[in-house]
Nanobody, 127 residues
């Protein structure tokens, strides 16, 4: 059983930066890819950034490319950070991390049938 706990959500001004974290337990990169998804009010959940199984590559949605970076924690390789810069009001959403077995990053971010989800953390971008 994989458990995922997101943290770091906050209220931030447009143009600001924020880092989210996802702490995963019962998880191995050998079996799973891990991704960040978000759901804005009134919109469908969308993939933001997804790391392939084996941590061999990271996919970014066009909406965040160049602004968001996903890293694996150096000290704990089952914690993943989403570094968000130049935040826009359109980035306001609840952010979730999820894992999926035997997947590429692109396929994971384009899908919705994940094996496990976290509870999410809320990011609000507003002046």
């Amino acid at each position: 059983q994989v458990q995922l706990v997101e943290s770091g959500g906050a209220l931030v001004q447009p143009g600001g930066s924020l880092t989210l974290s996802c702490a995963a337990s019962g998880f191995t990169w050998e079996d799973y890819g891990l991704g960040w998804f978000r759901q804005a009010p009134g919109k469908e959940r969308e993939g933001v950034s997804c790391i392939s199984r084996g941590a061999t590559g990271t996919y970014y949605d066009d909406s965040v490319k160049g602004r968001f970076t996903t890293t694996i924690d150096n000290a704990n390789n089952t914690t993943v950070h989403l570094h968000m810069t130049n935040l826009k009001t359109d980035d306001t959403a609840k952010y979730y991390c999820a894992v999926r077995m035997y997947t590429s990053g692109r396929a994971m971010c384009g899908g919705s049938d994940m094996d496990f989800w976290g509870e999410g953390t809320t990011v609000t971008v507003s002046s």
